[in-house]
């Protein structure tokens, strides 16, 4: 017995429609993954953005609620003395991976420290930055633990203001 034509017609067309199917899929792919990069690039570099503000203020709380706390209030006077007083209490950091100042595990830009502080001065004090990244802007931690991104003015203005307050601004701040 013979198949009806309609049957016959349908075998014939399946691999047809499969090799559209291809052909729409090898189109409509690139497109959208061109459509897609700058979105998920967009999304990377607000993900360096937050991973880098929250390493600033780690290091912040590690001033605040760990140094200050043992000297009386007082910030130590650079970063690698923070990095020693933690060597006590966490013998690996000593060890040649973590170097004075060898940040780079932590971070993709420098940290610059604003000396001299203590718990006891006003929570807008700058007490980290860093370095100019993401447009110009620089991260800011102040003296309250908090931190946000800020532009090359308004940078400029808590520079001004230390200095007006009689704070030790680091050379590298200004550049």
């Known amino acids: 017995m013979t198949e009806p034509a309609s049957l016959q017609d349908d075998a014939r067309r399946k691999p047809?429609?499969?090799?559209r199917w291809i052909?729409?899929?090898a189109?409509?792919?690139?497109?959208i993954y061109l459509a897609s990069v700058p979105f998920f690039g967009r999304l990377t570099e607000r993900a360096a953005r937050t991973r880098d503000l929250l390493h600033g203020k780690q290091i912040a709380l590690a001033i605040k609620n760990n140094y200050a706390i043992d000297?009386?209030?007082a910030y130590p006077k650079d970063l690698t003395e923070l990095i020693a007083y933690f060597s006590?209490?966490?013998p690996s950091l000593a060890e040649d991976r973590f170097k004075p100042m060898d940040w780079d595990t932590m971070r993709?830009?420098?940290w610059i420290y604003f000396p001299g502080g203590s718990e006891n001065d006003p929570e807008?004090?700058?007490l980290l930055a860093s370095d100019p990244i993401y447009d110009g802007d620089r991260i800011v931690i102040f003296n309250s633990g908090d931190g946000e991104f800020i532009g090359p003015e308004r940078y400029a203005e808590l520079i001004a203001k230390m200095r007006a307050d009689g704070c030790q601004i680091p050379a590298e701040a200004v550049r």
């Open 16 to 19: 047809i429609r499969f090799l």
């Open 23 to 25: 052909i729409v899929f």
């Open 27 to 31: 189109i409509a792919a690139p497109i």
């Open 71 to 73: 000297e009386d209030g």
């Open 88 to 90: 006590q209490y966490h």
């Open 108 to 110: 993709r830009h420098e």
């Open 124 to 126: 807008d004090r700058i």
